[in-house]
């Protein structure tokens, strides 16, 4: 009889598979998009090559609300850098020049707003194919030698063949999917700045060497120390590691070796933050295995704010914005200023419970439960300093001397949205620093 994991496991496998009727759609379009691309780059004597990325390539597809499709254009390195964005958006503007449109997409996908160019260490492009359905365009330098590679995305093709290479099991495949989507729901999915979690690719990795789900996620709950995973053994141990990999790449709790590229950490965007959430809820699900676990929690702020009235705290509901391009670029803004609010809030509050979501665009939603404080202690000059001792004792009437110093105690009498308010006039030019372009109360 089987377990009751490996009947949840067979369950969320069942739901997370994509229904024939969408990978149909995609391979139709995708094979035809393929051939025009191909026959424009030749046309424009281009010296590039076509492949398919990401998870599509991989066999590593799990269903969603929308699939993105990661194609990229391979460039002889010839080819300057700077370069390759601007041939890529000459091939696709020179795709269908008669407005032709493409048999299986529903409509011209080069009709206004179907296509954006997304900004970055180097710009790529965004197609929109259907509402559920987009195509991201990336060009990358043809390497042979990963040392060669002038961008990440450079070793793109070096990561699908090792995959395809490596795990041909579907057994493996479908635990890589199971990983995904526990990640996914747990919300430590993804190398972006504003997640800091694990990439597709470091699942991919991790999967593959523990040999399935479940040990990947009973491995990762024990992790204590700064782990070293090399699963090619380009090493000796790890003290060789500490010495021949960048240290700026060293920071994440998890050092995992890319099989393709030894100097490089493909968990360096892991942050012992996310580490330690990822940890709770692995824990959490090996002692009770739940199916919720691959499912992605709504926060009932309703409940939230019912529950903080019963306790006799105050609830606060923000939203910002910013003018940043979304994406990584926006979400890092975005969390950055939640965390600096954040610490400005425990100044003067007790933070009982907090929230951040970041919609993809260019704002986010910020929740904060908080009790205040009955007052606070303020630092005030060392005492040698007479003049500055003399302003302090005037602005603040209860003062006391300690250690050489004075400090003031003073008691706290407004509540969050007033705080919220004066905040934001104080910190008007900081705020627009920090490349935010709104902060309002919603509640």
Request: some cysteine.
């Amino acid at each position: 009889m089987k377990t009751k994991v490996n009947q949840i496991l067979e369950q969320v496998l069942e739901k997370i598979e994509p229904p024939k009727k969408d990978i149909t759609i995609i391979k139709n379009s995708l094979e035809e998009f393929l051939e025009k691309v191909g026959k424009k780059i030749k046309v424009l004597k281009i010296n590039a090559e076509v492949f398919v990325g990401g998870s599509f390539a991989k066999n590593t597809v799990i269903k969603k609300d929308y699939y993105d499709l990661d194609i990229f254009i391979r460039f002889d390195k010839k080819y300057k850098d700077e370069e390759i964005s601007k041939l890529t958006g000459k091939i696709l503007k020179e795709l269908d020049t008669q407005g032709r449109t493409l048999k299986n997409i529903e409509n011209n996908i080069f009709t206004k707003g179907n296509v954006s160019v997304v900004h970055g260490s180097r710009d790529y492009f965004r197609i929109k194919i259907s509402p559920s359905f987009f195509i991201e365009v990336i060009p990358v330098i043809k390497v042979r030698n990963p040392k060669e590679s002038e961008n990440i995305t450079d070793l793109s093709y070096s990561h699908v063949k090792y995959i395809k290479k490596k795990i041909k099991s579907e057994k493996i495949l479908d635990e890589i999917k199971l990983a995904k989507v526990f990640c996914y729901a747990n919300h430590c999915y993804g190398a972006e700045s504003y997640i800091n979690g694990f990439s597709g690719y470091a699942l991919e990795l991790l999967v593959y060497y523990y040999k399935g789900f479940l040990k990947f996620i009973k491995a990762i709950s024990k992790i204590k120390d700064k782990e070293v995973i090399d699963i090619e053994k380009h090493y000796k141990n790890k003290q060789t590691v500490l010495m021949d990999v960048n240290s700026s790449k060293l920071k994440s709790p998890i050092i995992l070796i890319d099989p393709t590229y030894k100097q490089r950490n493909a968990l360096a965007a892991l942050s012992e933050e996310t580490l330690e959430k990822f940890q709770k809820v692995c824990k959490k699900f090996l002692k009770n295995p739940s199916i919720k676990a691959f499912e992605i929690e709504k926060i009932d702020l309703e409940k939230i704010k019912k529950q903080a009235e019963k306790n006799k705290f105050e609830f606060i509901l923000l939203e910002t914005k910013t003018n940043k391009q979304k994406g990584d670029v926006a979400g890092s803004k975005l969390l950055k200023f939640y965390k600096h609010l954040e610490s400005e809030i425990e100044k003067f509050f007790e933070i009982k419970n907090k929230g951040f979501n970041y919609n993809g665009k260019k704002s986010a939603r910020y929740f904060f439960v908080i009790k205040t404080k009955k007052e606070i202690l303020i630092e005030g000059p060392i005492i040698k300093d007479k003049k500055n001792i003399k302003m302090f004792k005037k602005k603040h009437k209860h003062t006391f001397e300690k250690k050489s110093r004075i400090y003031a105690r003073e008691k706290i009498n407004f509540n969050i949205k007033k705080f919220i308010d004066k905040w934001k006039i104080k910190n008007k030019r900081k705020i627009k620093e920090m490349s935010i372009r709104g902060l309002n109360i919603k509640v």
